[in-house]
């Protein structure tokens, strides 16, 4: 058995997997607020609970966080929830269960899931994408996790956005501290303030995508739009990666006329004559940080 965690902004999930993948256990509690100490002791209390309905102890668990391990500190950084950072999560949850913990970036253990037994498995490069309030990415090759001495692979979402076109709304401040990022125009609140920029009207995104299936100009004009953000920033990636397949996961992975429409457009941008890449919607939805999350495994 194996056991994965997803700890999330509002919610942890674990979940325990048999050697071939078949869900054994799967429970959620909410993510204690601003509380480390209370966050490390309910993972510590999910993993008993699953090792106890299981009947089985998992010799090591991993966890998937909203940031990633500084190779320089061994601290989280780049994490959302601000009551990680800093601190070492692995260590900490370890010393309670008396096992070793390994922590991987969420987009991370995305690229893992999918890559393993989800809409990539058995192809030998992937770039695993997360289009949902944040934009992220991982990469795996041959079934093992990219990892880099920054601990950033595939964190495409903070390069600018490529190919700058007069119908791009203007470049906006980013969390990061630049401005313009693929993740201020290609995640779902970065797509709907590009709406209220060029329309003034505020919606969600999944509003816009909806009024344009139902004929509205000004959304079908913003989601072509987005299509071709989306396209040339997937293309910089092809042009350096060139994956057999591209996985979206995320709330904006939900959208079908990204699978056929965003591989016609970045034909034009793709440094080659023809493009055969995949892009393909992820096999396991929300469920893949906390799959891959159980298969990681120990560094070396
Ligand atoms: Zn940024």
Redesign the pocket.
């Known amino acids: 058995m194996q056991i994965g965690i997803d700890l999330g902004g509002t919610k942890i999930e674990i979940q325990a997997l048999s050697p071939r993948g078949e869900l054994l256990f799967r429970q959620r509690a909410p993510t204690p607020q601003g509380n480390y100490p209370a966050t490390v002791a309910a993972i510590a209390a999910l993993i008993g609970q699953a090792e106890h309905h299981t009947g089985h102890t998992c010799p090591q668990i991993g966890i998937a966080i909203p940031g990633a391990i500084s190779p320089a500190s061994g601290l989280i950084k780049n994490a959302n929830s601000v009551c990680l950072i800093g601190q070492r999560l692995d260590q900490d949850v370890s010393a309670l269960i008396q096992r070793p913990v390994v922590l991987a970036n969420d987009a991370d253990c995305f690229a893992l899931s999918e890559a393993t037994d989800g809409a990539a498995a058995g192809t030998a490069s992937v770039f695993g994408v997360i289009l949902g309030t944040g934009v992220g990415g991982g990469i795996v090759i041959q079934g093992k996790l990219l990892s880099g001495p920054n601990a950033i692979c595939g964190e495409w979402?903070?390069n600018p956005l490529p190919w700058p076109d007069p119908a791009d709304p203007a470049a906006r401040p980013?969390?990061?501290?630049?401005q313009g990022?693929i993740?201020?125009y290609l995640s779902g609140p970065g797509f709907a303030q590009q709406f209220q920029q060029q329309t003034g009207t505020p919606l969600m995104s999944e509003q816009i995508w909806q009024l344009a299936d139902q004929g509205d100009p000004e959304a079908a004009q913003a989601t072509g739009r987005y299509i071709d953000q989306l396209a040339r920033s997937l293309a910089s990636v092809i042009n350096i990666l060139d994956p057999e397949v591209i996985v979206l996961g995320g709330g904006l992975s939900n959208v079908k006329r990204l699978y056929s429409e965003v591989p016609q457009r970045w034909e034009r941008y793709v440094f080659s004559d023809s493009v055969t890449t995949a892009l393909r919607r992820a096999k396991y939805g929300d469920s893949s940080g906390v799959r891959g999350a159980a298969w990681l495994r120990p560094a070396g």
């Open positions: 979402g903070h980013c969390y990061c501290g630049k990022c993740e201020t």
